[in-house]
């Protein structure tokens, strides 16, 4: 089965990551489109909800290395987005999006 949505679950990630980074630093102003980093959050968990029927539907075991991003998904909105806690929860989940990338598939 392809993985498609994983692949798209952790483009959104990743690009969700650049946006905050480049705004946490000063290099891009989203003061008059707060929302953009919310739709794109949005998006990578619902993107990322797919990914895990997708894997479960097929037996992929990528699932299992997939499944832990899901505390730093459910956990970083409670968590101020001007604190160093909010981006060290947001790059937590990194590993387990390379870890359920790079699983190699069953033949």
């Known amino acids: 089965m392809p993985r498609s ?5 952790s483009a959104s990630y990743g690009a969700n990551c650049a946006l905050g980074g ?34 479960a539907a097929g037996g992929d075991r990528a699932l299992w290395r997939l499944l832990p991003v899901a505390l730093p998904l459910v956990a970083v909105p409670s968590v101020s987005a001007r604190s160093r806690g909010h981006v060290a929860l947001a790059l937590s989940a990194a590993p ?6 790079t699983t190699p598939r069953e033949r």
């Open 5 to 9: 949505l994983l692949i798209a679950a």
């Open 22 to 55: 480049a705004v946490a630093t000063g290099r891009l102003d989203t003061s008059g489109a707060r929302w953009v980093h919310h739709a794109v959050y949005v998006s990578t968990v619902v993107l990322t909800a797919a990914a895990a029927v997708q894997l």
């Open 96 to 101: 387990a999006y390379a870890a359920a990338l």
